[in-house]
């Protein structure tokens, strides 16, 4: 019910949802834009550190995000 | 080929080679007289210096000659080797060959996991294993929760004692042990009820194993969030983590076979135990005492949410794992 795969499978959802988050249309209209002037202060709170940890999913999770869907798909497909 | 039948009867005199690892005794040479007069050797003995798969286990069975009850087909081998400068050669070869693949091997998984720090985990003593036991099902008999501090020889502190020396230390012992005998129960469970498939104990590993991965996960970014760094440790928290398969294991022993209040009140009653014996052993690292507090930015409350937090999702997580279910359909 709650096995390791499901668990990859939720992973991969959630890491997609993160990464397609568009950067000036949406997360700049909330103020969760990572070059915005109240970052430079204060490295340390919560809201920082969660907007650097979104913005660092982006950046480095696309390229390995593309093989991984293209992986799930196919084997989705393939394999049912 | 010629020359090994040419050895049958001359090396009764002399010793056998243990591969130069161990001395020889008074048995081993009259076993080894009894070697002489066995089948014919096997033509694919003869190692080859150059030969990467030459065989390991030579130098540490062969020459002991077949014991009663034993059989080995490299005890035929030892008529040749002493002999022979070119097998001598070879073992020695197939050894440091051998050692250079450890040290290989060892190197490259040091890189991801650490050995040492993982041996201090599984450094444990039956009466470290029987109090962290009984604080778990009984949390409110404990004295103190307090961990010692590790000092090296300046009085610098470079870490925490060993589970063996201090027994509010975390281990992996039982966590490993708990997921082990979890799938065993859940296995048992599902064998009394007479739907057992193979298969099962597969699922109810992949289940487990997943609930453990997603806490751990989840604990590990609010960590980060919260600006907790070290006094929580990644396989501490694994640890932590892994600890609800003790209770979990006696609730869901529970579960078939006792009236609902019953297997509820116990989950309840332990649900609590468990979430009682996290907020005090995680209070230590995540909430530090005022006195220490440094220039970084603490957000003492939050964190104190966060540990009740953890240890209210303590109840979900025993509940998803008493959740066991069989591949079986029912006839």
Request: hydrophobic share 50%.
């Given at each position: 019910m709650f096995g390791f795969g499901t668990l990859l499978?939720?992973?991969l959802l959630l890491l997609n949802a993160v990464a397609i988050l568009n950067e000036e249309r949406f997360l700049a209209r909330i103020g969760w834009a990572?070059?915005?002037?109240?970052?430079?202060?204060?490295?340390?709170?919560?809201?920082?550190?969660?907007?650097?940890?979104?913005?660092?999913?982006?950046?480095?999770?696309?390229?390995?995000?593309?093989?991984?869907?293209?992986?799930?798909?196919?084997?989705?497909?393939?394999?049912? | 080929m010629s020359h090994f039948q040419g050895q049958m009867g001359g090396h009764q005199q002399n010793p056998p080679m243990r591969g130069a690892f161990s001395p020889i005794s008074a048995e081993q040479q009259q076993q080894f007289a009894y070697n002489q007069y066995a089948s014919p050797q096997p033509q694919h003995a003869y190692p080859q210096p150059q030969a990467q798969q030459a065989y390991p286990q030579q130098p540490f069975v062969a020459q002991q000659g077949p014991l009663p009850g034993q059989s080995t087909p490299y005890g035929l081998f030892a008529q040749n080797l002493q002999s022979n400068p070119a097998a001598q050669m070879g073992m020695q070869f197939a050894g440091?060959?051998?050692?250079?693949?450890?040290?290989?091997?060892?190197?490259?998984?040091?890189?991801?996991?650490?050995?040492?720090?993982?041996?201090?985990?599984?450094?444990v003593s039956n009466i470290y294993v029987l109090s962290k036991l009984r604080a778990l099902?009984?949390?409110?008999m404990q004295k103190s929760w307090h961990r010692y501090a590790e000092r090296d020889q300046t009085g610098q502190v470079v870490g925490f004692k060993s589970p063996r020396e201090d027994a509010n230390s975390p281990d992996l012992y039982i966590p490993v042990m708990g997921?082990?005998?979890?799938?065993?129960?859940?296995?048992?469970?599902?064998?009394?009820?007479?739907?057992?498939?193979?298969?099962?104990?597969?699922?109810?590993?992949?289940s487990a194993l997943g609930v453990i991965v997603f806490e751990v996960l989840l604990i590990k970014m609010f960590c980060y969030l919260l600006n907790v760094g070290s006094e929580l440790q990644f396989l501490d928290i694994v640890a932590f983590s892994g600890y609800k398969f003790v209770t979990t294991i006696l609730v869901v022993l529970l579960k078939?076979?006792?009236?609902?209040?019953?297997?509820?009140?116990?989950?309840l009653y332990f649900g609590f135990a468990l979430a009682f014996f996290m907020i005090r052993s995680l209070r230590h690292a995540l909430i530090?005492?005022?006195?220490?507090?440094?220039?970084?930015?603490?957000?003492?409350?939050?964190?104190?949410?966060?540990l009740f937090v953890i240890a209210m999702t303590q109840f979900l997580y025993i509940w998803i794992l008493m959740q066991y279910k069989s591949s079986a359909v029912k006839p």
């Open positions: 499978y939720v992973t990572r070059n915005s002037a109240e970052l430079y202060g204060d490295t340390e709170s919560v809201k920082a550190k969660l907007i650097n940890l979104i913005s660092a999913v982006r950046t480095l999770m696309r390229i390995p995000l593309i093989a991984a869907n293209v992986v799930v798909i196919v084997y989705a497909l393939v394999l049912g | 440091n060959a051998m050692n250079a693949m450890q040290e290989n091997v060892q190197q490259n998984v040091e890189r991801y996991v650490s050995m040492r720090q993982l041996k201090h985990y599984f450094d099902v009984f949390p409110w997921l082990v005998s979890y799938v065993i129960v859940i296995g048992l469970i599902i064998g009394r009820l007479g739907v057992f498939r193979p298969e099962d104990l597969g699922y109810t590993a992949s078939p076979w006792a009236p609902w209040w019953m297997t509820w009140s116990a989950f530090p005492e005022s006195s220490s507090v440094t220039g970084v930015n603490v957000h003492r409350k939050r964190r104190i949410h966060f």
